[in-house]
Nanobody
Framework: QVQLVESGGGLVQAGDSLRLSCAASGRAPESGATGWFRQAPGKEREFVSTINWSGIILYTADSMKGRFTISRDRAENTVYLQMNNLKPEDTAVYYC?????????????????????WGRGTQVTVSS
């Protein structure tokens, strides 16, 4: 079992930055990936970015490249999401998710259903 706990969300203004944290406990995966997803009210859960267990960034959604950066501190068993130049459309609940195994196809990393473990999420609200 893997437990994931997100933190770092909050209410900010457009143009501000936030850093989200995802602390993992329990069985520490030594393969697979940890990803960030987000879900705005009335919308489907959306892929943000994902990183493998050794700290290599696998993918980031095109709309967030250049603003959002995922990273991993293996010693702390924590994955971060640095979000810069936030926009009102970034308002959502941000979730951390872990997949214990790597995927053969790229698209699997974008699918929430392929990740076995999820945190409860942290709210990010960006005012204009």
């Amino acid at each position: 079992q893997v437990q994931l706990v997100e933190s770092g969300g909050g209410l900010v203004q457009a143009g501000d930055s936030l850093r989200l944290s995802c602390a993992a406990s329990g069985r520490a995966p030594e393969s697979g990936a940890t990803g960030w997803f987000r879900q705005a009210p009335g919308k489907e859960r959306e892929f943000v970015s994902t990183i493998n267990w050794s700290g290599i960034i696998l993918y980031t959604a095109d709309s967030m490249k250049g603003r959002f950066t995922i990273s991993r501190d293996r010693a702390e068993n924590t994955v971060y999401l640095q979000m810069n130049n936030l926009k009102p459309e970034d308002t959502a609940v941000y979730y951390c998710a872990a997949a214990l195994h790597s995927f053969a196809d790229k698209n699997s990393y974008f699918q929430p259903s392929r990740y076995e473990y999820w945190g409860r999420g942290t709210q990010v609200t960006v005012s204009s």
